[in-house]
């Protein structure tokens, strides 16, 4: 997180300090200032909060929601019966090279808490033999579940 002082077309900024997760803080002169915030995860575009007016001794203190999360859930089957392998959630889309494993809920189920954006699941399917297969575009909404099924 960045303040702009004077807004951000000033190009004089200072970096926020990090009080814990999610919480940022600087002092800064009175005045009305622009707050940047570039989040470190893909499919999460940069957001300012604008024209923050600060007076002299006051603490202001803005909340802003980066795009909530959505859940993702992956059903696997083979001829018809749940199948077992691994799956894994690209954010952003598998170009970025950003992933992480999904949680196996059972044989032939997993399911992940992401952020709302555009996204890419690839699975491994287990027994061997049988080729990964990738799911494009997984459109997730914040305070949704998105449930992709897959046969092969």
Known sequence: AWVYFGGRSTNKGAGMKKL??????LSVPAG???IEIRPDLVGLDTQFIRGVEVASGATVERTLDLGGSGVVRLRLTVDGKPADGNAWFYFGGKATGKY???????TGLWELTVPAGVHDIEVDPQPAG???QLIQGVDVKAGTTVEKSLSL
């Open 100 to 106: 992480v494993a999904m949680k196996k809920l059972e």
């Open 20 to 25: 814990e997760k999610g919480l940022w803080e």
């Open 130 to 132: 049988l080729a990964n």
């Open 32 to 34: 009305v200032h622009d």
